[in-house]
């Protein structure tokens, strides 16, 4: 694993011959419709995958969808208006409204996670899968033999729970948008069959494959960011004052909605601390906790990694945490919350923070839905911290909660903080 962030571009940048490692090979799923963007090896049909959905997946098409947004937030806030002020279990929480949100904006409809107050499991599911894949990766050949068990005996890996209802609803969707009568409804799994039917390269396969990833790879992560996001707001005393001065401040000069209307995402732009807040706590507390491994070509026989010569054949790889607390691209201050760097930086400095952050992926390899996420996030940000005062209750390793609960963070491939309790009040 290498620390210097003046190589990342070496390593990960368009058009350099760092192939993925077996790792993603192990891991690959086979439910993906021969899509899947994580594990895909074959560069001329990854780039030809990202650059048929990169409109699609531009804010300005993610806005045509905001309407879908506006409808989950005001179930979330209903939520919190029903807890009462009493404690509250943040990840649940905001589990329940994220399926329901990238449900709908998929598919047109809620998976109905926030009505029914459960994910079916979805979320401990996710947890184990991750636990499994972070480890089976490093023995491509063991991971291999799982695959073959899994096929033969029909009751998925060992390590993993049965498929989740949220997948079941997943599925489910696809079949009803690919019947003849399929909904009227606007949603990003139409425009992907648009995208179909207009390029027919951007196969049907693909189509349906890419409204899976929408939910597969953001469900667990948006959770867990928005999760570290509103705690990082929360227990930094400063930070959250300068950020409701902003707010409030935008609601005054009319950029910013009022208080009970969801914020839209035009509005939640003219909040640059906001913002700041979600750099910086992505910076420090990214979703992916496992170096993201290439291979060596054969090309590159002159690789030296910090004053290593690193032979071909070799597998190196940037942990987005070390990245993420880079003194070479972050300050001295690199340890520290502090969102104010983002907007202090000169230009210099913000292009080069910009081109470090590795929080959505790397350079080439960046994840197409991270505008949705952060379209997604935005709102729902703006919205909370502007009508509702957030109190965390427990202490991360530290004192449980009155409920109960005991924050810790775990790690696999991605990350998350489990057991954050917090309490709620409508701000006046």
């Not at 729970?161 to 969707?173: D, E, K, R, T």
Request: glycine share 8%; aromatic share 10%.
């Amino acid at each position: 694993m290498f620390s210097n962030s003046e190589q990342l571009n070496e390593i990960y940048g368009a058009g350099r011959a760092f192939q993925k490692a077996p790792w993603y090979q192990a891991v690959a799923s086979d439910l993906h419709f021969d899509f899947d963007l994580l594990t895909e090896t074959d560069v001329e049909k990854y780039r030809m995958q990202r650059r048929l959905l990169g409109p699609l997946y531009a804010i300005p098409n993610v806005k045509k969808h905001e309407d879908k947004l506006d409808l989950d937030l005001e179930l979330f806030f209903g939520k919190i208006e029903k807890s009462n002020g009493k404690p509250v279990d943040l990840e649940h929480l905001l589990d329940l409204f994220v399926i329901d949100t990238l449900a709908r904006v998929t598919y047109g409809v809620p998976a109905g996670t926030q009505e029914a107050d459960t994910d079916w499991g979805h979320m401990a599911g996710m947890e184990q899968m991750w636990s499994h894949v972070s480890w089976i990766g490093f023995y491509p050949n063991l991971g291999r033999w799982f695959k073959t068990l899994q096929r033969i005996t029909a009751t998925g890996m060992l390590t993993r729970s049965s498929p989740s209802q949220i997948f079941a609803f997943v599925f489910g969707q696809i079949g009803t948008h690919l019947s003849p009568t399929p909904p009227a409804t606007p949603c990003v799994f139409r425009d992907l069959l648009n995208l179909h039917h207009t390029r027919p390269e951007f196969t049907l396969d693909w189509a349906q494959g890419m409204s899976l990833t929408d939910l597969g790879a953001g469900l667990d992560t948006v959770t867990w960011t928005l999760n570290t996001v509103i705690t990082s707001i929360a227990t930094h005393p400063h930070v959250l004052r300068t950020l409701l001065s902003e707010i409030d401040a935008s609601v005054s000069a009319g950029t910013l909605e009022p208080h009970g209307t969801p914020a839209s995402y035009d509005g939640a732009s003219s909040l640059p601390y906001l913002h700041a807040c979600m750099k910086e706590t992505m910076r420090l507390y990214p979703s992916v906790g496992m170096p993201l491994d290439r291979i060596v070509p054969a090309s590159c026989p002159g690789l030296v990694l910090s004053g290593h010569h690193i032979p071909p054949g070799t597998v190196v790889g940037m942990n987005s945490w070390v990245q993420g607390r880079s003194t070479q691209t972050y300050g001295a201050d690199a340890e520290s919350f502090r969102p104010e760097r983002w907007i202090e930086a000169s230009q210099a400095d913000l292009n080069r923070m910009t081109s470090g952050d590795v929080t959505f992926g790397t350079m080439a390899r960046s994840c197409p839905g991270r505008q949705l996420a952060w379209v997604l996030m935005s709102k729902m940000l703006a919205s909370l911290f502007r009508d509702w005062r957030v109190e965390v209750l427990n202490e991360l390793g530290g004192k449980e909660g009155p409920g109960g609960r005991k924050w810790r963070v775990g790690n696999a491939f991605v990350t998350r903080s489990v057991g954050v309790e917090v309490g709620f009040e409508r701000r006046k």
